[in-house]
């Protein structure tokens, strides 16, 4: 099992910035890819930003060029930095952490979500 500790979230003004991070530990596999996903009021799931194969992040074209994730491998921890804060942004945002063994996924794992509110 893995257990992913989220933090950060809270409320800011339009053009603000929060910074996100999660702390994953248990059964942590030599690869694995973390990242952050978010679900607003109504709406699916989606994608924010998520580390993949060969070094890679993928982000969801709303965020490219405002949203930054990054890790300390040593701490086990993803950051997402996110800067220019829209009112678009508001949802819970939830760490995602997948598993990796050959190159394919053995499992994967969410946080419990942190709210993030931006107001106009």
């Known amino acids: 099992q893995v257990q992913l500790a989220e933090s950060g979230g809270g409320s800011v003004q339009a053009g603000g910035a929060l910074r996100l991070s999660c702390e994953a530990s248990?059964?942590?596999?030599?690869?694995?890819?973390m990242g952050w996903y978010r679900q607003a009021p109504g709406k699916e799931r989606e994608l924010v930003a998520q580390f993949t194969y060969g070094g890679q992040t993928n982000y969801a074209d709303s965020v490219k060029g405002r949203f930054t994730l990054s890790r300390d491998n040593g701490k086990n921890t993803a950051y997402l930095q996110m800067n220019s804060l829209i009112p678009e942004d508001t949802a819970v945002y939830y760490c995602?952490?997948?598993?990796?063994?050959?190159?394919?996924?053995?499992?994967?794992?969410w946080g419990q979500g942190t709210q993030v509110t931006v107001s106009s």
């Open positions: 995602n952490l997948r598993n990796v063994r050959v190159g394919i996924q053995v499992d994967e794992y």
């Open positions: 248990g059964s942590l596999f030599r690869v694995n890819f």
